[in-house]
């Protein structure tokens, strides 16, 4: 009798290769799509123009509410013939200066905070301070103390940069884990380049959040301050160029500011510090 086999059929499998590496299933077309952020916001910003565009042709009343292709007409005007380019860059210098001020007056409270204890509590005093105090409440002040120039601009944003920054700096430093640090005096660093190596890469998320918090404070600020100090003196940047078109009723142009302001936010925030982020905490994967 022959001898039967020991195997069954239905249970019997042939040897493969091992498969190395990753199984990953191969992304559609609509998704590699979904998944550019830039594209998303696109979207967005598409359908939010739809809705406002809507909205207006239903009021019916420019007005209260330009449409927002009239908006778009005025704002082509503006930039060809109502000199809203040289307005604009006025704001953003007088910005750059005030922000750039605003953010070595927080290094340096930044530093005697983490360095000294009398650092930290006056740091923490001043911030308790003045970081409530709107600082287009001390506008009138600064007419005073710097007359009727860029001065008076300058120092309403430093006040709005420093404690937003200074803040949350020092939070970043602070909630720098003790592991970390005693890595960084186990590798015999000290000095700046403790700071630079150890401290400046853990904290730079927070650093980051108050650079664009401060950046945010003082844009705002900026605007607010033209408005007045556009009506004191009779010239100013983006502020200025809105009122003054307020007070000709041309509600378009007026919205054709707005909207340059909307751009130059939307630019900084995705392009400027998107770009740092993506070089700094990502790269480091600190973030996803």
């Known amino acids: 009798m022959p001898e039967q086999n020991k195997f069954r059929p239905e249970f019997i499998f042939e040897q493969t290769e091992p498969i190395s590496g990753v199984v990953q299933k191969p992304l559609t077309s609509f998704e590699r799509l979904t998944n ?35 908006t778009i007409a005025s704002f082509a005007d503006a930039i060809l013939t109502g000199g809203l380019m ?6 953003i210098e007088i910005l750059l200066i005030g922000y750039a001020v605003g953010l070595v007056c927080a290094a340096t409270l930044t530093a005697l905070a983490i360095t000294t204890r009398i650092g930290s509590d006056l740091l923490e005093t001043l911030t308790s301070m003045f970081n409530p105090l709107p600082a287009i409440a001390l506008l009138p002040l600064a007419l005073i103390w710097f007359g009727l120039g860029a001065g ?9 940069v420093l404690w937003a920054v200074a803040l949350n700096t020092h939070s970043g430093f602070m909630a720098v884990s003790p592991t970390l640090r005693m890595v960084g005096k186990n590798y015999g660093l000290n000095g700046f380049r403790y700071v630079y ?18 950046w945010a404070f003082a844009w705002r600020t900026l605007i607010a301050a033209e408005l007045v100090f556009g009506v004191s003196s009779g ?39 998107n770009n740092i982020e993506a070089i700094t905490v990502r790269k480091w994967g600190m973030q996803t």
């Not at 550019?36 to 406002?52: F, N, T």
């Not at 190596?197 to 401060?214: D, E, H, M, Y």
């Open 235 to 273: 010239s100013g940047g983006l502020g200025w160029f809105i009122y003054e078109n307020k007070n000709m009723l041309d509600i378009p142009a007026v919205f054709a500011g707005l909207f340059t302001i909307i751009i130059i936010g939307l630019f900084v925030e995705n392009v400027i510090f």
């Open 197 to 214: 190596k150890i401290l400046v890469p853990a904290a730079f998320p927070s650093i980051l959040t108050g650079l664009k918090v401060g």
């Open 152 to 160: 008076s601009i300058v120092f309403v944003l430093v006040h709005s």
């Open 86 to 91: 040289g307005k604009a860059l006025n704001s």
């Open 36 to 70: 550019q952020s830039w594209l998303r916001k696109c979207i967005l910003l598409i359908v939010m123009a739809c809705i406002w565009q809507v909205y207006a042709l239903n009021l019916n009343n420019s007005l209260i509410f330009p449409t927002f292709t009239a």
